[in-house]
């Protein structure tokens, strides 16, 4: 699991858990020993990671959103892991926000192999 730091420099803004999940999920698909072909872009003007040119987890006004089958978001709702995700007024059905750090490497992996195909 990947745990936040309750100490930030002084005169610095402290991470939400999004932008934080985000940077160590950059972090862990840079490293050599990451196999996968991720990469790091924009989309809209928003940090997004991508495989094959498809977006599969996106950082949105500070939270970090993922893509799931709509049947998989329904689990992680129930569960607790995931919110479900508006934009513009409209719940998209593939999409979830992250709502906890647990289990993160996992769930990104899902929504990366889920885009993958």
Known sequence: ???????TPKGSVP???????FTNLVSFYATP????????AKLFGFDCLRTNGKVFAKLH?????MKFPANRITAL???GQVNAYEHRGRVL????????SKDIIALTEEARVFTEN
Not at 93 to 100: L, Q
Request: no cysteine; charged share 25%; net charge negative.
């Open 61 to 65: 006004s500070g939270h970090l959103v």
């Open 93 to 100: 059905k593939e999409w979830g926000v992250i709502s906890t």
């Open 77 to 79: 709702v129930d569960s």
């Open 33 to 40: 020993q990451t196999e996968y072909p991720v990469e790091r």
């Open 1 to 7: 699991m990947i745990s936040r730091s309750s100490k």
């Open 15 to 21: 991470l939400s858990l999004g932008e934080e999940l």
